[in-house]
Protein backbone atom coordinates (compact mmCIF):
# COMPACT_ATOMS: atom_id res chain seq x y z
CA UNK A 1 0.00 0.00 0.00
CA UNK A 2 1.00 3.65 -0.80
CA UNK A 3 2.15 5.70 2.33
CA UNK A 4 0.67 9.67 1.65
CA UNK A 5 3.15 12.00 2.93
CA UNK A 6 3.61 15.58 3.48
CA UNK A 7 7.62 15.96 2.06
CA UNK A 8 9.26 19.63 1.75
CA UNK A 9 9.88 19.78 -1.86
CA UNK A 10 9.49 17.96 -5.01
CA UNK A 11 13.56 17.00 -4.84
CA UNK A 12 12.38 14.70 -1.57
CA UNK A 13 9.20 13.09 -3.87
CA UNK A 14 12.25 12.12 -6.33
CA UNK A 15 14.56 11.04 -3.63
CA UNK A 16 11.82 8.70 -2.22
CA UNK A 17 10.99 7.76 -5.28
CA UNK A 18 14.82 6.47 -5.95
CA UNK A 19 14.65 4.94 -2.51
CA UNK A 20 11.97 2.80 -3.46
CA UNK A 21 13.64 1.73 -7.06
CA UNK A 22 16.42 0.92 -5.43
CA UNK A 23 14.83 -1.21 -2.85
CA UNK A 24 12.94 -3.29 -5.53
CA UNK A 25 16.42 -3.49 -8.04
CA UNK A 26 18.52 -3.89 -5.75
CA UNK A 27 17.01 -5.34 -2.11
CA UNK A 28 13.71 -7.50 -2.66
CA UNK A 29 15.52 -10.23 -4.71
CA UNK A 30 18.70 -10.88 -1.90
CA UNK A 31 17.49 -10.37 1.38
CA UNK A 32 15.93 -14.12 1.57
CA UNK A 33 19.37 -15.41 0.42
CA UNK A 34 21.83 -13.18 2.48
CA UNK A 35 19.83 -14.17 5.74
CA UNK A 36 19.94 -17.71 4.91
CA UNK A 37 23.56 -17.62 4.43
CA UNK A 38 24.03 -15.35 7.32
CA UNK A 39 26.79 -12.89 4.68
CA UNK A 40 27.05 -9.27 5.05
CA UNK A 41 26.00 -7.45 2.42
CA UNK A 42 29.01 -5.14 2.24
CA UNK A 43 28.37 -4.87 -2.22
CA UNK A 44 24.77 -4.08 -1.66
CA UNK A 45 25.97 -1.28 0.90
CA UNK A 46 28.14 0.18 -1.63
CA UNK A 47 25.76 0.50 -4.18
CA UNK A 48 23.51 2.77 -1.83
CA UNK A 49 26.57 4.37 -0.91
CA UNK A 50 27.42 5.52 -4.72
CA UNK A 51 23.53 6.21 -5.03
CA UNK A 52 23.85 8.96 -2.31
CA UNK A 53 21.86 7.27 0.33
CA UNK A 54 25.17 6.92 3.10
CA UNK A 55 25.58 10.72 3.91
CA UNK A 56 21.70 11.75 3.31
CA UNK A 57 21.67 14.37 6.64
CA UNK A 58 25.21 15.67 6.59
CA UNK A 59 26.21 18.78 4.34
CA UNK A 60 27.04 18.87 0.84
CA UNK A 61 30.41 20.32 1.84
CA UNK A 62 31.20 17.10 4.16
CA UNK A 63 30.10 14.68 0.79
CA UNK A 64 26.65 13.94 2.36
CA UNK A 65 23.51 14.63 0.59
CA UNK A 66 22.19 17.84 2.78
CA UNK A 67 19.40 16.59 3.23
CA UNK A 68 16.64 17.22 6.52
CA UNK A 69 16.29 14.39 8.75
CA UNK A 70 12.56 13.86 8.34
CA UNK A 71 13.94 13.05 4.85
CA UNK A 72 16.87 10.32 5.62
CA UNK A 73 14.40 8.56 8.15
CA UNK A 74 11.66 8.22 5.65
CA UNK A 75 14.39 6.68 3.00
CA UNK A 76 15.63 4.37 6.12
CA UNK A 77 11.48 3.28 6.73
CA UNK A 78 11.36 2.23 3.01
CA UNK A 79 14.78 0.60 3.48
CA UNK A 80 13.33 -1.37 6.13
CA UNK A 81 10.47 -2.17 5.22
CA UNK A 82 12.30 -4.37 2.27
CA UNK A 83 15.48 -5.56 3.78
CA UNK A 84 16.10 -4.49 7.96
CA UNK A 85 19.51 -5.89 7.87
CA UNK A 86 19.93 -2.93 5.59
CA UNK A 87 18.41 0.09 6.93
CA UNK A 88 20.31 -0.67 9.91
CA UNK A 89 23.45 -0.80 8.18
CA UNK A 90 22.52 2.27 7.15
CA UNK A 91 21.38 3.90 10.51
CA UNK A 92 24.38 2.80 12.22
CA UNK A 93 27.39 4.00 9.32
CA UNK A 94 25.29 7.32 9.75
CA UNK A 95 25.70 6.99 13.40
CA UNK A 96 29.22 6.42 12.97
CA UNK A 97 29.90 9.56 10.73
CA UNK A 98 28.62 11.71 13.37
CA UNK A 99 31.51 12.39 15.87
CA UNK A 100 34.36 12.95 13.03
CA UNK A 101 31.39 15.10 11.33
CA UNK A 102 30.88 16.93 14.18
CA UNK A 103 33.67 16.64 16.45
CA UNK A 104 37.00 15.81 14.22
CA UNK A 105 39.98 17.42 13.77
CA UNK A 106 40.43 19.10 9.98
CA UNK A 107 42.42 15.58 9.42
CA UNK A 108 40.58 13.47 10.65
CA UNK A 109 37.48 15.67 8.72
CA UNK A 110 39.65 14.73 5.48
CA UNK A 111 38.06 11.35 5.15
CA UNK A 112 34.97 12.17 5.36
CA UNK A 113 33.85 11.97 1.80
CA UNK A 114 35.07 8.24 1.78
CA UNK A 115 33.13 7.98 5.20
CA UNK A 116 29.56 9.35 3.68
CA UNK A 117 30.02 8.27 0.27
CA UNK A 118 29.68 4.69 1.92
CA UNK A 119 33.51 3.62 0.50
CA UNK A 120 34.20 3.21 4.32
CA UNK A 121 32.00 1.23 6.63
CA UNK A 122 32.11 2.63 10.22
CA UNK A 123 30.97 0.76 13.66
CA UNK A 124 30.23 2.24 16.92
CA UNK A 125 31.83 0.08 19.71
CA UNK A 126 30.55 1.46 23.18
CA UNK A 127 28.74 -1.18 24.65
CA UNK A 128 30.76 -4.11 26.53
CA UNK A 129 30.11 -7.61 27.98
CA UNK A 130 29.06 -6.27 31.58
CA UNK A 131 28.33 -2.99 30.67
CA UNK A 132 25.27 -2.54 27.91
CA UNK A 133 22.63 0.05 29.28
CA UNK A 134 25.61 1.53 31.66
CA UNK A 135 27.97 3.16 29.75
CA UNK A 136 28.84 5.64 31.94
CA UNK A 137 30.85 3.06 33.70
CA UNK A 138 32.75 1.18 30.69
CA UNK A 139 35.83 -0.23 31.71
CA UNK A 140 37.72 -0.30 27.99
CA UNK A 141 40.69 2.00 28.42
CA UNK A 142 43.35 3.59 26.80
CA UNK A 143 46.55 4.95 28.55
CA UNK A 144 48.97 7.51 26.91
CA UNK A 145 52.61 5.27 25.52
CA UNK A 146 54.70 7.42 23.84
CA UNK A 147 53.06 8.84 20.88
CA UNK A 148 49.76 6.37 20.77
CA UNK A 149 47.24 5.33 22.70
CA UNK A 150 47.40 1.93 24.43
CA UNK A 151 44.04 0.49 24.28
CA UNK A 152 42.75 -2.93 26.16
CA UNK A 153 39.14 -4.39 26.78
CA UNK A 154 36.48 -5.82 25.23
CA UNK A 155 33.51 -4.24 23.06
CA UNK A 156 30.09 -5.69 22.73
CA UNK A 157 26.83 -6.29 19.88
CA UNK A 158 29.31 -4.35 17.86
CA UNK A 159 27.05 -4.23 14.26
CA UNK A 160 29.72 -3.93 11.41
CA UNK A 161 32.40 -5.73 13.90
CA UNK A 162 34.84 -7.49 11.67
CA UNK A 163 33.84 -5.72 8.05
CA UNK A 164 34.10 -2.53 8.95
CA UNK A 165 36.60 0.08 8.00
CA UNK A 166 36.99 2.41 10.46
CA UNK A 167 35.91 1.85 14.85
CA UNK A 168 34.85 4.37 16.89
CA UNK A 169 35.92 3.35 20.28
CA UNK A 170 34.81 4.76 23.44
CA UNK A 171 37.45 4.22 26.04
CA UNK A 172 38.39 5.76 29.85
CA UNK A 173 41.31 7.86 29.73
CA UNK A 174 40.70 9.01 33.14
CA UNK A 175 38.88 8.20 36.43
CA UNK A 176 35.42 6.54 36.77
CA UNK A 177 32.23 7.97 35.54
CA UNK A 178 31.23 10.01 32.49
CA UNK A 179 33.70 12.36 32.66
CA UNK A 180 36.08 9.81 31.84
CA UNK A 181 35.76 8.79 28.99
CA UNK A 182 37.31 9.41 25.65
CA UNK A 183 36.34 8.85 21.79
CA UNK A 184 39.50 7.47 19.58
CA UNK A 185 38.74 6.46 16.26
CA UNK A 186 40.62 3.91 14.35
CA UNK A 187 41.44 2.13 10.95
CA UNK A 188 40.34 -1.71 11.19
CA UNK A 189 43.64 -2.64 10.22
CA UNK A 190 45.06 -1.30 13.65
CA UNK A 191 47.45 -3.94 15.54
CA UNK A 192 45.92 -5.74 18.61
CA UNK A 193 42.00 -4.76 16.92
CA UNK A 194 40.67 -7.94 17.04
CA UNK A 195 37.19 -8.61 15.70
CA UNK A 196 35.84 -12.06 16.95
CA UNK A 197 33.16 -14.39 15.41
CA UNK A 198 30.06 -12.80 14.34
CA UNK A 199 27.18 -13.76 16.75
CA UNK A 200 24.14 -16.08 16.51
CA UNK A 201 20.77 -14.00 16.04
CA UNK A 202 17.35 -14.63 16.09
CA UNK A 203 16.96 -12.54 13.08
CA UNK A 204 19.31 -9.71 11.00
CA UNK A 205 21.51 -12.60 10.63
CA UNK A 206 22.49 -11.12 7.44
CA UNK A 207 24.08 -8.06 9.82
CA UNK A 208 25.14 -10.55 12.90
CA UNK A 209 27.22 -8.04 15.14
CA UNK A 210 30.38 -9.48 16.81
CA UNK A 211 32.84 -8.31 20.09
CA UNK A 212 35.97 -6.44 18.84
CA UNK A 213 38.50 -7.37 21.71
CA UNK A 214 41.64 -5.00 21.86
CA UNK A 215 44.85 -6.36 23.37
CA UNK A 216 47.54 -3.69 23.44
CA UNK A 217 45.99 -2.00 19.90
CA UNK A 218 47.67 1.27 19.29
CA UNK A 219 46.19 3.99 18.40
CA UNK A 220 48.16 7.46 17.43
CA UNK A 221 47.08 10.03 19.65
CA UNK A 222 46.32 12.89 16.66
CA UNK A 223 43.10 9.83 16.36
CA UNK A 224 41.27 11.11 19.80
CA UNK A 225 38.14 12.64 18.48
CA UNK A 226 37.08 16.04 20.27
CA UNK A 227 38.93 16.81 23.78
CA UNK A 228 39.79 13.85 26.09
CA UNK A 229 36.90 13.31 28.46
CA UNK A 230 34.30 14.21 26.02
CA UNK A 231 33.89 10.90 24.50
CA UNK A 232 30.85 10.21 26.59
CA UNK A 233 29.32 13.54 25.69
CA UNK A 234 29.96 12.66 21.99
CA UNK A 235 28.05 9.25 22.33
CA UNK A 236 24.78 10.63 23.64
CA UNK A 237 24.52 13.31 21.25
CA UNK A 238 25.05 10.45 18.76
CA UNK A 239 22.12 8.31 20.10
CA UNK A 240 19.44 10.76 20.20
CA UNK A 241 20.23 11.09 16.49
CA UNK A 242 20.68 7.27 16.18
CA UNK A 243 16.81 6.53 18.15
CA UNK A 244 15.70 8.11 15.77
CA UNK A 245 17.13 5.76 12.90
CA UNK A 246 15.80 2.90 14.57
CA UNK A 247 12.46 4.31 15.47
CA UNK A 248 12.11 4.68 11.47
CA UNK A 249 13.49 0.92 10.66
CA UNK A 250 10.46 -0.40 13.20
CA UNK A 251 8.04 2.15 11.15
CA UNK A 252 9.24 0.40 7.93
CA UNK A 253 9.09 -2.79 9.07
CA UNK A 254 5.64 -2.25 10.64
CA UNK A 255 4.46 -1.10 8.02
CA UNK A 256 5.95 -3.80 5.32
CA UNK A 257 4.08 -6.12 7.99
CA UNK A 258 0.59 -4.48 8.20
CA UNK A 259 0.54 -4.50 4.12
CA UNK A 260 1.80 -7.67 3.90
CA UNK A 261 -1.06 -8.86 6.11
CA UNK A 262 -4.33 -6.75 4.71
CA UNK A 263 -3.13 -8.33 1.23
CA UNK A 264 -3.67 -11.80 2.63
CA UNK A 265 -6.63 -11.05 4.48
CA UNK A 266 -8.57 -9.86 1.23
CA UNK A 267 -7.53 -12.81 -1.15
CA UNK A 268 -7.43 -15.78 1.78
CA UNK A 269 -11.33 -16.93 2.02
CA UNK A 270 -12.72 -19.09 5.06
CA UNK A 271 -16.59 -19.90 4.93
CA UNK A 272 -17.17 -18.15 1.53
CA UNK A 273 -15.51 -15.19 1.77
CA UNK A 274 -12.14 -13.08 2.41
CA UNK A 275 -11.23 -13.08 6.13
CA UNK A 276 -10.24 -9.64 6.33
CA UNK A 277 -14.25 -9.15 5.96
CA UNK A 278 -14.75 -10.90 9.21
CA UNK A 279 -14.78 -8.70 12.52
CA UNK A 280 -12.17 -10.14 14.29
CA UNK A 281 -9.59 -10.01 11.23
CA UNK A 282 -10.64 -6.08 10.26
CA UNK A 283 -10.18 -4.84 13.43
CA UNK A 284 -6.95 -6.49 14.20
CA UNK A 285 -5.95 -4.94 10.84
CA UNK A 286 -7.44 -1.35 11.71
CA UNK A 287 -5.07 -1.55 15.12
CA UNK A 288 -2.15 -2.31 13.19
CA UNK A 289 -2.84 0.16 10.30
CA UNK A 290 -3.71 3.03 13.56
CA UNK A 291 -0.47 2.28 15.50
CA UNK A 292 2.35 2.29 12.68
CA UNK A 293 0.67 5.91 11.66
CA UNK A 294 1.01 7.01 15.37
CA UNK A 295 4.54 5.98 15.60
CA UNK A 296 5.01 7.54 12.05
CA UNK A 297 3.82 10.75 13.30
CA UNK A 298 5.49 10.52 16.63
CA UNK A 299 8.79 9.38 14.95
CA UNK A 300 8.61 13.06 12.55
CA UNK A 301 7.37 15.38 14.85
CA UNK A 302 10.96 14.04 16.43
CA UNK A 303 12.57 14.97 13.79
CA UNK A 304 11.37 18.52 12.58
CA UNK A 305 12.68 19.68 16.41
CA UNK A 306 16.00 17.66 15.11
CA UNK A 307 15.73 19.85 11.76
CA UNK A 308 14.32 23.11 13.68
CA UNK A 309 17.66 23.29 15.98
CA UNK A 310 15.28 22.89 19.04
CA UNK A 311 15.77 20.06 21.64
CA UNK A 312 14.68 16.50 20.71
CA UNK A 313 16.07 13.99 22.99
CA UNK A 314 13.44 13.50 25.10
CA UNK A 315 11.01 12.90 21.60
CA UNK A 316 13.43 10.75 20.33
CA UNK A 317 13.15 8.72 23.18
CA UNK A 318 9.90 8.29 23.28
CA UNK A 319 9.78 7.43 19.36
CA UNK A 320 12.49 5.00 19.96
CA UNK A 321 10.21 3.50 22.67
CA UNK A 322 6.60 3.35 21.23
CA UNK A 323 7.97 2.51 16.90
CA UNK A 324 9.60 -0.54 18.43
CA UNK A 325 7.31 -1.76 20.53
CA UNK A 326 4.76 -1.31 17.76
CA UNK A 327 6.66 -3.08 15.29
CA UNK A 328 6.35 -6.11 17.73
CA UNK A 329 3.15 -6.01 17.94
CA UNK A 330 1.96 -5.40 14.80
CA UNK A 331 4.72 -8.20 13.62
CA UNK A 332 3.06 -10.74 16.14
CA UNK A 333 -0.71 -9.94 14.61
CA UNK A 334 0.83 -10.37 11.16
CA UNK A 335 1.53 -13.91 11.76
CA UNK A 336 -1.61 -14.17 13.53
CA UNK A 337 -3.96 -12.61 10.62
CA UNK A 338 -1.77 -15.42 8.23
CA UNK A 339 -2.25 -18.25 10.90
CA UNK A 340 -0.27 -21.29 10.43
CA UNK A 341 1.15 -19.65 6.96
CA UNK A 342 2.72 -17.01 8.93
CA UNK A 343 5.23 -19.50 11.33
CA UNK A 344 6.93 -20.51 7.83
CA UNK A 345 9.18 -18.72 6.01
CA UNK A 346 7.38 -19.19 3.01
CA UNK A 347 6.08 -15.65 4.22
CA UNK A 348 8.83 -12.78 5.02
CA UNK A 349 6.02 -11.91 7.85
CA UNK A 350 7.90 -14.83 9.82
CA UNK A 351 11.41 -13.11 9.27
CA UNK A 352 10.05 -9.47 9.78
CA UNK A 353 8.76 -11.31 13.18
CA UNK A 354 11.92 -12.10 14.54
CA UNK A 355 13.65 -9.18 13.34
CA UNK A 356 11.15 -6.72 15.17
CA UNK A 357 12.38 -8.08 18.69
CA UNK A 358 15.54 -6.53 18.36
CA UNK A 359 14.53 -2.90 17.81
CA UNK A 360 13.38 -3.25 21.28
CA UNK A 361 16.90 -3.67 22.58
CA UNK A 362 19.26 -2.26 20.47
CA UNK A 363 20.37 1.82 21.03
CA UNK A 364 18.91 1.74 24.40
CA UNK A 365 16.71 -0.93 25.52
CA UNK A 366 13.23 0.05 25.79
CA UNK A 367 13.25 0.37 29.27
CA UNK A 368 15.86 2.77 29.45
CA UNK A 369 14.24 4.96 27.25
CA UNK A 370 10.84 5.11 29.82
CA UNK A 371 13.78 5.75 32.60
CA UNK A 372 15.12 9.00 30.20
CA UNK A 373 11.37 10.14 29.79
CA UNK A 374 10.12 9.36 33.78
CA UNK A 375 13.76 11.51 34.85
CA UNK A 376 12.70 14.36 32.41
CA UNK A 377 9.09 14.09 33.85
CA UNK A 378 10.23 13.91 37.50
CA UNK A 379 13.39 16.58 37.57
Known sequence: ???????????????????????????????????????????????LGRAGLLGLPYPEADGGA????????????ILAGTWLGIAEAVSVHTLSCFPVAAFGSERQRKALPEMLGGELLGAYCLSEPHGGSDAANLTTRAVPDGEDWLVNGVKAWITHGGVADFYNLFVRTGGPGAKGISCLIADASTPGLLPQPRERLMGLRS?????????????????LVGREGEGFAIAMRALDAGRLGIAACAVGLAQAATDYAIGYAREREQFGQPIGRFQGVGFMLADMATQVSAARALLLSA???????????????????????????????????LGGYGYVADHPVERWFREAKVLQIVEGTNQIQRMVIARSLTG
Do not use: C, W
Open 1 to 47: MTVDRLLPTPEAHDLLDLTRELATRELAGKVDDYEARGEFPREVLRT
Open 303 to 337: ARLKDAGRPFSIEAAKAKLFATDVAMRVTTDAVQV
Open 66 to 77: GQAYEIYLQVLE
Open 207 to 223: SAPAQIVLENARIPHDR
